[in-house]
């Protein structure tokens, strides 16, 4: 069988809440798998965790305040994404600015 192009596991993501006083667990357990050729599509109330999944899977959740929790896993193309260094975009904005 085919492996997955996008696998997920487990996946935590929290926002500390205002004035570090809590804890929202926006997600809290999602896992799935995408194979080659598939579309996903991901249904469900308002206020759920959709786009909350979504940017997680795409690591653009804004730390602080969010993060996405140890233990999570995120593996496209047999990558594991969290574990990819991200660069910092600021110093291309400045660029951009008129």
């Known amino acids: ?3 997955p192009l996008l ?3 487990d996946l ?3 926002f500390v809440t205002e004035h570090g006083s809590g804890t929202a667990r926006a997600v809290d357990g999602v896992s799935f798998d995408l194979y080659p050729g598939e579309t996903l ?3 469900g109330e ?3 965790g959709k786009t909350v999944t979504s940017l997680s899977v795409l690591r ?3 730390e602080p305040p ?3 929790r140890p ?3 995120i593996e496209f193309a047999g990558r594991n994404l969290l574990t990819l260094l991200l660069v910092s975009c600021a110093p291309f904005a400045a660029i951009r600015s008129p």
Do not use: A, Q
Request: with cysteine; charged share 15%; aromatic share 8%.
């Open 60 to 62: 653009l959740i804004p």
């Open 71 to 73: 233990g999570s896993f």
């Open 12 to 14: 935590k993501t929290y």
């Open 41 to 43: 599509g991901l249904v």
């Open 66 to 68: 969010g993060h996405i």
């Open 46 to 48: 308002s206020g759920c």
């Open 7 to 9: 696998r997920v596991r």
């Open 1 to 3: 069988m085919t492996e």
